[in-house]
């Protein structure tokens, strides 16, 4: 079984930074990628970045590139999401996922979720 807890939402204002974490525990996925999703109200869900375990290899959705990282800390079996120059369009309930490869974006594809993080960016 795995499970993946997510932390670290709140409220900041606009161009200001968060970090969110997900720790995940159970399987491991060396093989696999960790992943971060966002669900504003009233939209779908959408890939936002992820990070391969095995050689922190990222890649982003293009609203967030040069604002937003993904660091890990294998050891810790986490992965984080480090937030800079925040802007409200960014407001929404961030979730954590296992990606089923490196690559893939599509949420409907991912087996494991944690539960979401209400991230709400004032301007």
């Known amino acids: 079984q795995v499970q993946l807890v997510a932390s670290g939402g709140g409220l900041v204002q606009a161009g200001g930074s968060l970090r969110l974490s997900c720790a995940a525990s159970?399987?491991?996925?060396?093989?696999?990628?960790m992943g971060w999703f966002r669900q504003a109200a009233g939209k779908e869900r959408e890939f936002v970045a992820a990070?391969?375990?095995?050689?922190?290899?990222?890649y982003y959705a293009d609203f967030v590139k040069g604002r937003f990282i993904i660091p890990r800390n294998n050891a810790k079996n986490t992965v984080y999401l480090q937030m800079n120059s925040l802007k409200p369009e960014d407001t929404a309930v961030y979730y954590c996922?296992?990606?089923?490869?490196?690559?893939?974006?599509?949420?409907?594809?991912?087996?494991?979720w944690g539960q979401g993080t209400q991230v709400t960016v004032s301007s």
């Open positions: 996922a296992a990606v089923p490869h490196f690559g893939a974006r599509n949420p409907e594809q991912n087996d494991y």
């Open positions: 159970g399987r491991t996925f060396s093989s696999r990628a």
């Open positions: 990070s391969r375990w095995r050689d922190g290899s990222s």
